[in-house]
C-alpha cells in the first residue's frame, strides 16, 4: 500500500512493533515443545482423568480443553492450581516435578490435542500494563470504550480469539491478517482520497472506518480508483518471550461486557 495508508492506520498493536527490519522470533520460543504436551498427557490420565474427566469437563463450571477455568487465568496460576489443590472444593495438591508441572499446563492450552501446539499464557495485569504503557497499544484499539476505532475493537477478543490466533497476529502478523480489516485506499469520482479500514463490502458498496474514526459508506459506480492492501502494515514483534506470553495473557482476559 501507499505510503498516504501506512500514516494514517495502524493495525494490531503496531506500536509493539520495531522497525521492518527485525526479524520475527521463533514461535517456539511462546510454546512448549511437543514433547512437554505429551508429557502433559500421561499425567493427566494419571492423575486428573478421575475427577475432571478425559476430556476436561465433568466438574461444574471447568471445561479445561476450551479453557475455561474458575480463577485460573495464566500458566503460573494453573500451576499453583495443580500444585496446591483447591482443598474446599475436594481437589488436593499434586506434588509434581517441574517437567511434570508443566506437561500439565501445556496439555491443558493444546486442547488436550497431543498433537496440538500449546502456547504459553502469561500475567493479565503484566500483559495489561504492557498493553496500555510502553506498548501504545490504546493507541490503536479500543477495550471497553477507551480509544480509537480505527484499528480493531479487542473489548472481547479473548473469548472469539485462541491463545495460538492471539500469538500469530504479534509474531506472523501476514498469517492473521484478516480480510475484512484490510487497510484500503478508495479515490471517489470527484476527487476525494480516503484512507481507511474496511468493515464490510459487497458487489456494489463497501463501508469503512476512514482515518478520521467516521464510518463511510460508498457506492462502489462513485469511486474512480479502490485498492486493497494485502500486506499487513505492522512487522513482526520482536518483544520478549515474556512479554509476548504476557500479551496474550491479558487479550485473553478480554471477554466482553457480560
Known sequence: MRSSIRSSLTWT???LLFAAAAAAQDAGDHTYTSEAIETGSRVYTAECALCHGPNGDVVDGID???GQFRNARSDDDLRQVVTNGV???GMPGLDLGRAELDGIVA???AGFDPQGMAVR???PARGQALFEGSAGCTECHRVNGRGPRTAPDLSDI???RTPSTLQTV???PSAALRPIDRPIRVVTRSGEQITGRRLNEDTYSVQLIDANERLRSLIKADLAEYEVSTTPIMQPTTLSSEQV????GYLLSLKGTP
Open 13 to 15: 498493536c503496531a506500536s
Open 64 to 66: 479445561l480443553r476450551i
Open 87 to 89: 482443598p474446599n472444593a
Open 107 to 109: 496439555y491443558i492450552r
Open 121 to 123: 499464557v502469561g500475567d
Open 158 to 160: 479473548g473469548a472469539i
Open 170 to 172: 504479534l509474531l506472523d
Open 245 to 248: 506470553a504476557d500479551v496474550v
